[in-house]
């Protein structure tokens, strides 16, 4: 372990070039960047390594996910000509499964830091100063100080919220009972995919979203295709809804809303809150530190991710910026390059933005509404996804679409996907797009036969 000892007031302070408070994918990626690069790191998490990411977030959803993805296959072999004579599940086992996903992970960066020399700390960190960060009774001194405690869930004050027993993300994770119904407030990435999750097992789930379409970001064209798969699936939609009251009713809970029809309510037996996440701005000592804010009340960053404070860096969540695991493992990698001295910078251009449901929806770059607002020319390209060969081999019954949107001169700007795998051909494009390439360049490509990626060659 690579760390220096000072006598300071007869205190031994341990010395680091680099301390990090936070062990989710912004923290862990730049604690193993920066060990690997010969810096003397000290790590602070407070919970469990992998942060919300891989203890409550991508990882655990999506292992969810897949179970309900396997059930369905099976429900619904005959399409492939395969007869499963009655196909079941247990929702005990498939959170017993997902919870043996987590620690594996988790172990698994564990290793990775220790093999790095990276000291990880348990416990709550809080920042003195911009070099001096105290935990428990140890206080840690340090050159550079990289900030990266992530976001939370937002309950909004919605009258009664108080009052009724609602699941946050966590409790749905570590549900093991089936609900006969469930209302999801928030018809964003997280509330989809545990709609998806949940509609698969056979709860009769309600979507309340107070804008006019689910998945706020994406390509609404896209996400109305998606809502209407669902639609037929059984899940009830109420868009441009407001809920206005919550309260315990006969059937659990009874969500009252208001929207263009009047007021009305559902009930359902459990409720999910979803609405949104926030940084983490309280009780990491930020007071402490002369920080520039957004006018989101963000901390400013610039393209190195560093703060209005020399020395200070914010990756991830809690920078505001773009709440995804992915763009905090890169801005992690980009700050730990300015530390070391090396040429890099952030760029948000293509941010691959993905829905896990079933089928996936994902989008990169500029949207059809952000390229308007801006005033920027552009074509829509469409094509049904029906043009890859194994995409109609592999999904019996199922249409998708995969829209690009290009600038005059045929620069990619943007795109979006609906049908399996677009969260694994969504790079495609963000490729194309990070690196100013046009549609075109596209057949320059050799693209492997049958793939459903091969359908941006077909453009
Ligand atoms: C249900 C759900 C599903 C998601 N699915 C996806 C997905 O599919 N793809 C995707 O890209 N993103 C997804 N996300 C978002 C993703 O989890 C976050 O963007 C990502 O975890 C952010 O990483 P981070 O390192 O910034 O923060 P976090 O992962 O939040 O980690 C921050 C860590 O800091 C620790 N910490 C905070 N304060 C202190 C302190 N004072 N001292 C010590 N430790 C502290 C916390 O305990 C935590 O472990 C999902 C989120 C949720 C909730």
Known sequence: MKYFLSCRQNFYTMKYQLAIIGGGPAGYTAAEAAGKAGLSVVLFEKKSLGGVCLNEGCIPTKTLLYSAKVYESAKHANKYAVTVPEASFDLGKIVARKQKVVRKLVLGIKAKLTAHGVNIVTGEATVIDKNTVKCGEETYECENLLLCAGSDTFIPPIPGVEEVDYWTHRDALDNKEVPASLAIVGGGVIGMEFASFFCSLGVKVTVVEMMDEILGG???????????????????????????????????????????????????????????????????????????????????????????????????????VSLLAHTAVREAEVAVHHIIGKEDKMSYQAIPGVVYTNPEIASVGMSEEALQAKGIAYTALKLPMAYSGRFVAENEGMNGVCKVLAAEDGTVLGASMLGNPASELIIIAGMAIEDGKKVEDWKRYVFPHPTAGEIFREF
């Open 218 to 320: 994406m390509d609404k064209e896209l996400s109305a295709m998606l809502r209407a798969e669902y639609a037929k699936k059984g899940i009830k939609f109420l868009l441009s809804t407001k809920v206005v009251g919550l309260s315990k009713g006969e059937e659990g809970i009874t969500v009252s809303y208001e929207n263009a029809d009047g007021a009305g309510s559902v009930s359902a037996e459990k409720l999910l809150m979803s609405v949104g996440r926030r940084p983490v701005m309280k009780g990491l000592g930020l007071e402490n530190l002369d920080l520039e804010l957004t006018e989101r009340k963000c901390i400013k960053v610039d393209e190195h991710l560093q703060s209005s404070v020399p020395g200070v860096y914010v990756c991830g969540d809690l920078n505001g």
